[in-house]
């Protein structure tokens, strides 16, 4: 069996991921051993590089716990700097990126025991050859053998490439945060790891395990409204990307059938994904979702 694990971006809401993986490793120890190819986005992609370096949940939550507060510092000086958060990102991606180096130092893509795919968007393919469309596009980094790879990247620049949320962080080095086009990158490790120059592996020998960072209920009682950009404007960033998230579990779901399972637990409020007041509720959330069906679908799937 070939073990996929794909984990959502979602901000400080990947202390839930890492509360589910670590209770998940409470009743199945070693499983995360058993993964063959670890997938992210933002905050996920950050998780999956640390999983696939060796690191535990426990040990990726301290990121949260630990990091969190010298990651998400503002300052009223800086929102006066930044016109109240118009020309400026919120917080500076140095703090995060000193926490990531110390987690996993300066090791590269080819030093993790474990194939990882990392979505991120960059925002100029500067091609060299002339004649060659520029443009920006979805950019997956990964660390499989052969032409494409990207195994001589660092690890914290991937980390840091995946989770640079627009207005959150400063755009680094011409990248910016995955979730912008895969918040869900379930789908495209199934496709990276059927594809023969890269994972080669046979459908049904394929099993997934995709975990988001929490369902908030939202929707819009309108039937028939004929609505303008004013309109829209406040929900079609919440519509595309949650969108997106759907149309990969959907995907997932057909294709694989019972050798895919999704956890993505219901919140029971709005929370932000920079709010770090709302770390005990995200930790609570991971406490207590049901993880029944998903001990079972382990114990079949990760003998």
């Known amino acids: 069996m070939y073990r996929i694990l794909s984990l959502d971006g979602g901000g400080l809401r990947g202390v839930i991921t890492a509360k589910l993986l670590e209770r998940l490793g409470t ?18 992609g950050v998780l999956a590089l640390g999983l696939a370096r060796g690191l535990s949940p426990t040990d990726m939550g301290k990121l949260y716990t630990e990091a969190a507060e010298k990651v998400f510092a503002d300052s009223t000086w800086d929102d006066i700097r930044d016109l109240g958060k118009l020309t400026g990102a919120d917080y500076s991606i140095q703090p995060l990126k000193q926490a990531i180096l110390d987690l996993v130092g300066e ?26 469309l520029r443009v920006w596009k979805p950019k997956f980094f990964h660390n499989f053998p052969g032409p494409g790879s990207d195994s001589d990247e660092r690890v914290v620049d991937v980390a ?40 080669g592996q046979r459908l049904e020998e394929v099993a997934l395990l995709s975990i988001g960072t929490g369902i908030i209920s939202k929707y819009l009682t309108e039937q028939d409204a004929d609505w303008g950009l004013a309109q829209w404007a406040p929900h079609l960033f919440s519509i595309m990307l949650e969108g997106g998230v759907g149309v990969a579990d959907y995907q997932c779901k057909q294709i694989l059938g019972e050798r895919y399972l999704r956890i993505d637990p219901i919140l ?5 994904i920079d709010r770090l007041d709302e770390i005990p509720i995200f930790e609570e959330i991971g406490q207590l979702e049901d993880l029944r069906t998903a001990n079972g679908w382990l114990k079949r799937y990760y003998k």
């Open 268 to 272: 029971p409020v709005s929370v932000g």
């Open 160 to 199: 840091l490439r995946t989770g640079a949320a627009p207005a959150y962080f400063p755009i680094y080095q011409g990248y910016v945060d995955g979730g912008v086009v895969v918040n869900n990158p379930s789908m495209c490790a199934l496709a990276q790891a059927l594809n023969p120059e890269t994972g």
């Open 107 to 132: 090791i590269t893509l080819g030093d993790l025991p474990k194939r990882v795919l990392i979505s991120s968007f960059q925002l100029d393919n500067n091609p060299q050859t002339p004649g060659v």
């Open 27 to 44: 009743v199945h120890p070693g499983f995360l051993s058993q993964v063959d190819l670890f997938a992210g986005t933002s905050t996920g």
